[in-house]
């Protein structure tokens, strides 16, 4: 056996874990900072990782900090100096908003994202195949435009989609970069696209109460206000006759019409494998950030309660018949 060559193999393992930020005789500690683990997509996200990284035979290699910004901008500095406190090795932030603030504070300690919608748009990433810098991870993106583009051409002969509401919560990154998105198919499909301003539930119930006949399809962004009030919009579209539409699928199960959603428990478990990659000694710029291939849903009870009339290529691109 050639001493050599095991000396030089486990010189080069070493030099990959310290390179990364991690040490290879202890217990790799992971702080977490969820935006808002109230809302279920970040805390099922957060329960997924967990599971792979036990699955992966990494459970007693890797220890969690959790912390909850419960939908606060103004905790996540507080969040990020009480990990550093504790000296973590991995930060895994849940969302864009939590992300952008740990991504641009933290250099020197490898990074994993889950549920964040683009981070290329959010300026954290420079590509999806390789960040060029301490950051992985998962993301929850699907192509809104295309998502617009299927539903108006969809539609026709059906209802006619010419107007479109789309609610946004401004200095919240992911919700600001979905409209962007949605503004983006305009020109293209001749539509006219209103963002409509929630930054509190005053703005939200003004906006609510002069709905009807203002719009022919809400598609709803992801923000901490519109999410807690998500309720309210789904009654007032049922209402006002207006389908809701949205990327997230926790907001689906809670009554928005249509959905082109990445699967959450999916998100999650990428992490979990990006997470234990990073675990091993493997540098965050070596690891690609993936989202899953989205699918479309329905929400049948909406469809019940609102009387809303399906289109036949919409049904079928749902059940998978006209993908």
Same mark, same amino acid.
């Given at each position: ?272 494998? *990006?997470? /234990? &990659?990073?675990? #091993?000694? %493997?540098? @965050?710029? !070596? $690891?690609?950030?993936? +989202? ?8 049948? *009870?909406? /469809? &019940?309660?609102? #009387?809303? %009339?399906? @289109?036949? !290529? $919409?049904?079928?691109? +749902? ?5």
């Amino acid at each position: 056996m050639n001493m050599k060559k095991i000396t030089f193999a486990s010189l080069a393992a070493a030099v990959a874990l310290l390179s990364s930020g991690l040490d290879a005789s202890a217990k790799t500690k992971v702080g977490v900072i969820s935006w808002n683990d109230a809302e279920p997509r970040y805390s099922t996200t957060y329960k997924r990782m967990v599971e792979e990284v036990g699955k992966e035979g990494m459970g007693s290699e890797i220890s969690f900090i959790m912390m909850d910004a419960k939908g606060k901008k103004d905790q996540i500095p507080e969040l990020i100096k009480k990990l550093k406190e504790q000296k973590v090795d991995v930060y895994v932030p849940l969302g864009t908003s939590a992300a952008v603030p740990v991504a641009n504070e933290i250099k020197d300690k490898p990074i994993v994202i889950g549920m964040v919608y683009d981070p290329v748009e959010s300026k954290i990433a420079k590509d999806w195949k390789s960040s060029g810098n301490n950051l992985t991870g998962s993301s929850s993106h699907v192509s809104l435009p295309r998502f617009l583009r299927r539903l108006v051409k969809g539609s026709e002969g059906t209802f006619t989609i010419k107007r479109v509401a789309v609610p946004y919560t401004p200095g919240e990154k992911n919700s600001e970069i979905q409209l962007k998105a949605i503004q983006s198919a305009e020109a293209e499909l001749g539509l006219q696209v209103t963002p409509v301003v929630v930054s509190k539930p005053e703005e939200l119930n003004k906006w609510l109460k002069g709905l009807p006949g203002s719009a022919d399809l809400i598609m709803v962004t992801g923000s901490n206000v519109i999410s807690t009030h998500i309720g309210a919009i789904v009654d007032a579209s049922i209402k006002a006759k207006i389908p809701t539409a949205t990327h997230l699928d926790d907001l689906v199960e809670r009554g928005v019409l249509f959905g082109l959603v990445a699967d959450v428990d999916e998100v999650g478990t990428l992490a979990g494998k *990006k997470l /234990v &990659q990073v675990a #091993k000694g %493997t540098e @965050p710029s !070596a $690891i690609p950030i993936e +989202a899953p291939s989205p699918k479309l849903i329905i929400n049948q *009870k909406t /469809v &019940q309660a609102g #009387k809303f %009339t399906i @289109p036949p !290529a $919409i049904q079928q691109w +749902a059940t998978g018949a006209g993908s």
